[in-house]
């Protein structure tokens, strides 16, 4: 079945980077766009961007931009979110997703598990 | 950007109950392309609704969107003791894509 499998909690102190990974299998990792969301503590989820695993083309939401790079490795069918700058705000689960149809058509609807990131 | 309303913030209701979720949009939204997401403590967002009344593959009856442009609804006929969570509303028509604060549903 299609999945997206995250790499583990990290603790980071304020300035430094994170470098989150998400690993696609069950599917053709080059079909759908990986999307990047996260949700601080007791809050809503926010968008943070896209990646075209394809061409590896982006997307950025404002909030993020000259903070965050989202790349790729086909060979591996691993995309990749990387945030700098950390700031005790940017504690929170960090999630990747894809819509499994062309044009989101049918929503977004596979999920990673979420990765626990605290700046401290 | 579209800003995504939700109301109330808490539900406070008996299983068996019928709920209804709003979701207002600060302008209209493409294609209909609004989607409703549960989410449980500890768990990633989970699709129940896409398209604003389509709903996702395995998602219970129960379940029913609605709604057009800028007023959406999710409905939850009877609630089972599974379906205290958060809902989430998110639009994904245009960019940036935008979710709504979330709507808490919780045993009564």
């Known amino acids: 079945q299609m999945q997206l499998v995250q790499s583990g909690a990290d603790v980071k102190k304020p300035g430094a980077s994170v470098k989150v990974s998400c690993k696609a299998s069950?599917?053709?990792?080059?079909?759908?766009?990986i999307h990047w969301m996260r949700q601080a503590p007791g809050q809503g989820l926010e968008w943070m961007g896209w990646?075209?695993?394809?061409?590896?083309?982006?997307n950025y939401a404002q909030n993020f931009q000259g903070r965050v790079t989202m790349t790729r490795d086909t060979s591996i069918n691993t995309a990749y979110m990387d945030l700098s700058r950390l700031r005790s705000d940017d504690t929170a689960i960090y999630f990747c997703?894809?819509?499994?149809?062309?044009?989101?058509?049918?929503?977004?609807?596979?999920w990673g598990q979420g990765t626990t990131v605290i700046v401290s | 950007d579209i800003v995504l309303t939700q109301s109330p913030g808490t539900l406070s209701l008996s299983p068996g109950e019928r709920a209804t979720l709003s979701c207002r949009a600060s302008?209209?939204?493409?294609?209909?392309?609004l989607a409703w997401f549960q989410q449980k403590p500890g768990q990633a967002p989970r699709l129940l609704i896409h398209?604003?009344?389509t709903r996702a593959a395995g998602i219970p009856d129960r379940f029913s969107g609605s709604g057009s442009e800028t007023d959406f609804t999710l409905t939850i006929g009877r609630l089972e003791p599974e379906d205290f969570a958060v809902y989430h509303c998110?639009?994904?028509?245009?960019?940036?894509?935008?979710f709504g604060g979330g709507t808490k549903v919780e045993i009564k």
């Open positions: 997703a894809f819509c499994a149809s062309i044009g989101c058509l049918r929503g977004m609807d596979v």
């Open positions: 069950g599917y053709t990792f080059t079909d759908y766009y």
């Open positions: 990646i075209i695993p394809n061409s590896g083309g982006t």
């Open positions: 302008q209209s939204v493409t294609r209909n392309f």
């Open positions: 398209g604003a009344s």
């Open positions: 998110q639009q994904y028509g245009s960019s940036p894509l935008t």
